[in-house]
């Protein structure tokens, strides 16, 4: 069956480095994937989409790699803010599916 | 804009106790979406309409029931409700299909079966 994994342990970095997290799947074949931002309490807010066709995909100071032959999915926070901090959640699939990873917290110290 | 409003927002219930979750989206969005999430578990879609009137199962459907009278409106409901199905509901609504659009949230409905 399709799996997606995000780590699962919490990411601390210092306000100003680069945030880097992972999102890997196996047995799937995704024609996209988005993140989202989860915030303790509250519901998960769209991000980034990126295609398969799609190498890198870039917003303000959010970034996306999407590497089908690794199956691997890379989300870059640069100049990270203590703002930033919330659970990361990357999600993929084709028209008739969706599948969400359980999500990476991430923590940025002053 | 409201975007995706959820009703109630917490609500504790005994087990065999029945009810509904409202869902409302101002989006003219044609798929809604029901998830629930629990700690460790990514979100697992429990059902989900392609437009108004229609409902299909996604991958935890038993227990629940839902409908789509109108657009703007994804109801869900437990019957006959179990400890098991202690967790966060979120409701969802795309544009259209479900990976190839932005999927908007709602904040969620935190309930409890005791």
């Known amino acids: 069956s399709q799996k997606i994994e995000q780590n699962s342990e919490a990411l601390n970095i210092q306000e100003g480095k680069t945030a880097t997290l992972t999102c890997n799947y196996t047995?799937?074949?995704?024609?996209?994937l988005q993140w989202y931002r989860q915030d303790p309490g509250r519901g998960p807010v769209f991000l980034l989409l990126?295609?398969?066709?799609?190498k890198e995909k870039r917003k303000e100071r959010l970034k996306v790699t999407f590497d089908t032959t690794l199956k691997q999915s890379l989300f870059h926070i640069t100049a990270s803010q203590p703002a930033d901090s919330a659970t990361y959640l990357c999600a993929l699939g084709n028209t008739d599916k969706l599948i969400f990873g359980t999500g990476t917290r991430l923590q940025v110290f002053p | 804009n409201a975007g995706v409003t959820q009703t109630p927002k917490f609500r504790v219930l005994k087990t065999g106790q029945s009810m509904t979750l409202l869902c409302a989206q101002d989006?003219?969005?044609?798929?809604m979406y029901w998830y629930r999430q629990d700690p460790g578990m990514g979100l697992r879609l429990i059902h989900y309409s392609v437009g108004e009137g229609t409902t299909a199962k996604g991958e935890v459907p038993d227990g629940y029931n839902v409908s789509r009278l109108k657009k703007q409106n994804f109801l869900l409901g437990l019957e006959s409700a179990a400890p098991s199905q202690t967790s966060v509901y979120f409701c969802a609504s795309s544009f259209f299909d479900r990976a190839s659009q932005p999927q908007h949230f709602g904040d969620g409905t935190r309930l409890s079966i005791l």
């Open positions: 989006m003219n969005h044609e798929y």
């Open positions: 990126i295609r398969e066709n799609e």
């Open positions: 047995n799937y074949s995704p024609a996209y």
